[in-house]
T-cell receptor
């Protein structure tokens, strides 16, 4: 099991550019989560999916952010246009299904985004 | 709503010292409780968990006991090592939901 795979590991982009972050969850996991981590606010849940369907996107900061999960093995988080305040580490995590509610998440290694 | 409060760091200890990181929570029902650890440049890893009152989770010398009466889940280790230097997150998951609520994280630095 390769774990949750995120790409790229690091991204530096200029303000106004589109940024796409990618995540491959663990095979068989029904839930996928996108988190943002900053020094000021800690870990913030942005959105999560169950069986590829977005369940709760209340944490998405604004319309510049969008997330998709076209199939069970791939998800993207897009920021368009990017702003310096979007600089953070973005984590993807996945989790087995409803019957395993006590199981924790498995996190990817994160994407460190810097918007200059 | 659900919330987790943990002591803010950083916590600096000498090698072989005793560690306690406090964590209290607010939740409806009977949540599952977790401690995650994040090493520099990495994602979070599950360290230990407890799913009901009085359960003790343990792993790698770390322990935490689910105390329903005090709504606490304090993390302890009897003798820390330099390799334990990391950020530790207390977290909960309420039954029926899939969103884990995380605390702010406590940075631990162990010096030789």
């Amino acid at each position: 099991d390769a774990g949750v795979i995120q790409s790229p590991r690091h991204e530096v982009t200029e303000m106004g550019q589109e940024v796409t972050l990618r995540c491959k969850p663990i095979s068989g996991h029904d839930y996928l989560f996108w988190y943002r981590q900053t020094m000021m606010r800690g870990l913030e849940l942005l959105i999560y999916f169950n069986n590829n369907v977005p369940i709760d996107d209340s944490g998405m900061p604004e319309d510049r952010f969008s997330a998709k999960m076209p199939n069970a093995s791939f998800s993207t988080l897009k920021i368009q246009p990017s702003e310096p305040r979007d600089s953070a580490v973005y984590f993807c995590a996945s989790k087995p299904g409803q019957g395993t509610v006590t199981r924790g998440y498995t996190f990817g290694s994160g994407t460190r985004l810097t918007v200059v | 709503g659900d919330s987790v409060t943990q002591m803010e760091g950083p916590v600096t200890l000498s090698e072989e010292a005793f560690l306690t990181i406090n964590c209290t929570y607010t939740a409806t029902g009977y949540p599952s409780l977790f401690w995650y650890v994040q090493y520099p440049g990495e994602g979070l890893q599950l360290l230990l968990k407890a799913t009901k009152a009085d359960d003790k989770g343990s792993n790698k010398g770390f322990e935490a006991t689910y105390r329903k009466e005090t709504t606490s889940f304090h993390l302890e280790k009897g003798s820390v090592q330099v390799s334990d230097s990391a950020v530790y997150f207390c977290a909960l998951l309420s039954g029926g939901y899939q969103k884990v609520t995380f605390g702010i994280g406590t940075k631990l630095q162990v010096i030789p």
